[in-house]
C-alpha cells in the first residue's frame, strides 16, 4: 500500500495542506489555459503531482474544485486605511493592479452559456468584495467630506474596474504609475468644493 492510501486509510488524519495549495494552484492554472471544457481532473492530478483520488476526496466534481479555485482568487490582505480617500484609492488600484489575474475571467465569460454558477461565483467572490471594499473607501471619503455627497459612487466604481480591464486587454498589465494616473484622472470630478 502506497504512503497516500496509508495516509487517507489512517483515520482521523487531516489532509495535507500542502497538496491542498498544489491542487488550487493547479486548478487555478488550468481553467486560466485550458478553459473549463478542457480542463480535467486528471490534468490538475498530473500538475499537482497528487492521484485523482486525492482531489476527488476533497472536491466531488471538477465544477466543485473550479468554484473552490476561484474562491481561492482574492488576496485576503488589502492595503491598510490611511484616512484619505484619495490615498486609500491609489492603494486599492495598485493593490488590484498587482493581483488581478485577467486571464481566469475570460474563461469564465466564455463558459457562460454552460456554466452558469462558475462566472457567478467569481462575481460573489472575487469581484463583489473588491468592489465592496473600493466603496467603503469612497463612502468613508464622503462622511470625512473630501467626496462630494452627491457623487455617483456606482458610476465611479464602473470608471475605475473598466479602466483596468480595458487597459489590460489592450496594452497588458498597467505599470506602477496606473493608480496615481486614474485617480488623479476620478479626482477632481469627486471631489468636494
Known amino acids: ?5 496509508k495516509q487517507a486509510a489512517a ?3 487531516p489532509p495535507d495542506p500542502e497538496a491542498d495549495r498544489r491542487i ?3 486548478a487555478k492554472k488550468l481553467i486560466a489555459v485550458e ?6 481532473i486528471e490534468g490538475v492530478a498530473a500538475v499537482a503531482g497528487v492521484a485523482k483520488t486525492t482531489i476527488y476526496r476533497r472536491w466531488p466534481s471538477k465544477a466543485a474544485l473550479v468554484t473552490a479555485a476561484i474562491a481561492d482568487l482574492l488576496p485576503v490582505a488589502t492595503p491598510d486605511a490611511t484616512g484619505s480617500a484619495y490615498d486609500d484609492l491609489v492603494a486599492q488600484l495598485e493593490h488590484n493592479r498587482r493581483t488581478i489575474e485577467i486571464a481566469l475571467p475570460g474563461t469564465l465569460l466564455a463558459e457562460e452559456g454552460r456554466n452558469p454558477e462558475l462566472l457567478a461565483t467569481f462575481r460573489e467572490r472575487v469581484l463583489q468584495p473588491r468592489l465592496a471594499f473600493m466603496r467603503g473607501i469612497l463612502e468613508a471619503g464622503v462622511e470625512r467630506g473630501e467626496i462630494r455627497d452627491d457623487a455617483d459612487l456606482d458610476a465611479t ?5 473598466g479602466a483596468f480591464l480595458f487597459h489590460y486587454l489592450a496594452n497588458g498589465r498597467p505599470d506602477e504609475k496606473w493608480p496615481r494616473r486614474i485617480a488623479d484622472t476620478i479626482w477632481p470630478a469627486l471631489a468636494a468644493a
Not at 1 to 5: D, F, L, P, S, V
Open 11 to 13: 483515520p482521523g488524519r
Open 157 to 161: 466604481l464602473d470608471m475605475i474596474m
Open 24 to 26: 488550487m494552484d493547479a
Open 1 to 5: 500500500m502506497g504512503a497516500e492510501a
Open 35 to 40: 478553459g473549463f471544457s478542457r480542463m480535467s
